[in-house]
Each structure stands twice: as structure tokens, then as C-alpha cells.
DNA sequence: GCCAACGTTGGC
DNA sequence: GCCAACGTTGGC
């Protein structure tokens, strides 16, 4: 199983309508980038990801898994973007704000640090334990 | 609201 | 195939 992080602004996209949307899950569709593009179509239906909430919270909100591969993107006719369906695990006990994750030095590398623009990124085993330590939340 | 960083587009 | 221009994202 491979570990993941979806970022969205949750003014566009939220936890609670993450959470409204129960294990039927939904699309993680508007995505226009080819590196998340990529990423997501290297998911399985299974793999676990982190909800975090850009701009305002800046915080890992929460747990989804990944409930249906990569599909064509069911906004646009573009062929080129696909997305795959998302549903909600579980919350975050805490939320893990994206100042404790840059302060924690084994959380130095991940990505949301690096390359904060990337929308859809992967989490190493290490750093999904890490932060759902912080996050005071069973990580499996 | 600004701006830096980055990705994409299009002209050459 | 390079690179300038432009648009978007997201942290501050």
C-alpha cells in the first residue's frame, strides 16, 4: 500500500463535504497538473491518503483511501487529465498544522515542505506514521 | 492582497 | 527544442 497526500482549499472542497459524501467517495476531479496527474494514476484502490486544507487552515485534516482508480476526469473532455475516487477514513484527533510539520526535522523532506504547489503528492511510510503521530491518530 | 515559485503555452 | 510570457497556486 502506498501513502498519498490531496490538498485542497477547503473554501472549494472540505473535510465535511469529503465526509458528506460517506464511502461512495468522490471524485478527486479539476486536477491540471501532470505530476498529480501522474501520481494518482499510479494509486490502487486501497492506498490511504492525507486531507489537507490549503490557504486559510494549512492543516492535515484527515484520512481518506483511495476507492476507485484512475478515471477520466468527469470535468472536462480532455482526455489527457484522469482522477480517481476518494472517501473519508477517518479525522484527524488533532490537526496537524503545516507549521509543526515544517518545524518536525523528520518531516523535512515531504513534499508539501519542498514543493508546497504540488495538489496531489506521495507520502513515505515514515513520514504517514510521523504525522499521524502528531496528529495523535491511528495511522492504520 | 502581494509575491515567489513553478508549470504551461506558444513563438521562433 | 529553447525560452519568454503568462497564469495559477499557496504561503505569508
Known sequence: MNYWLFKSEPSTWSWDDQVAKGDAGEEWDGVRNYQARNFMREMAVGDRGFFYHSQSEKAVVGIVEVCAEAHPDSTTDDERWDCVDIKAVRPFATQVMLDQIKADERLAEMV???????????????????????????AN
Request: hydrophobic share 30%.
Open 112 to 138: 508539501l515542505v519542498k514543493n508546497s504547489r504540488l495538489s496531489v503528492q506521495p507520502v513515505t511510510p515514515e513520514e504517514w506514521k510521523r504525522v499521524c503521530e502528531l496528529g495523535e491518530t491511528d
